[in-house]
């Protein structure tokens, strides 16, 4: 008479190889299910993912004017430019810029230009957003920390810093209202 535990011709499997198969995905789906709470308390709660993109009214902001808006934060410039600053962000030669990028792939229209404000030297707030501040020798942005500066299209120009400062992902939900993230 064959053992119940063994294949009766000497292959195959057995009762013990189910079993022990079995135990296994059982030991997996309970090792899975008291993880899982310990990785999902990772995700970002939902006040940070509120956090994640802002709407910002653009109605007010006169020709010239730059705001500030605070997204993820970081501080977001806001310029809705001039007829002059558009002209001389789109008259640079690229090959004068250490991070050459054209005006027109750093805005959606062209009096409108929306940067993270963080220099990419050393992450300072770069001065230029408020009329009384120095804008440096290209109409932009200036860092003093370290002497940066930056053209009227967020590039740098002059100084340490190796890149342009970041445009952030946006979209114009209408003339009036953009939403930032």
């Not at 899975?32 to 007010?60: E, H, R, Y």
């Not at 010239?64 to 809705?80: E, L, N, S």
């Not at 962000?89 to 229209?109: C, I, M």
């Not at 062209?110 to 290209?138: A, N, Y």
Request: contains cysteine; aromatic residues 8%.
């Amino acid at each position: 008479m064959a053992n119940s535990t063994t294949a009766p011709h000497g292959g195959g499997e057995t009762r013990r190889d189910f079993l022990l198969l079995a135990t296994t995905v059982a030991a997996g789906f309970g090792v899975a299910a008291v993880a899982w709470p310990f990785i999902d308390q990772m995700n970002p709660a939902a006040d940070t993912l509120a956090l994640g993109s802002i709407k910002v009214d653009i109605s007010k902001i006169e020709v010239g004017q730059r705001i500030t808006v605070k997204w993820r934060g970081a501080p977001v410039f806001i310029d809705h430019r001039t007829p002059e600053q558009i002209k001389a962000a789109e008259g640079a030669k690229l090959g004068d810029l250490k991070d050459p990028v054209a005006d027109k792939d750093r805005v959606q229209k062209p009096e409108w230009l929306v940067m993270v404000g963080v220099c990419t030297h050393l992450g300072c707030i770069p001065k230029g957003q408020k009329s009384g501040d120095r804008k440096g020798e290209f109409g932009g942005w200036f860092c003093p920390c370290h002497g940066s500066h930056y053209d009227t299209s967020g590039r740098i120009r002059k100084g340490p810093a190796p890149n342009n400062l970041p445009v952030p992902p946006y979209k114009f939900l209408s003339d009036t209202q953009i939403q930032i993230g």
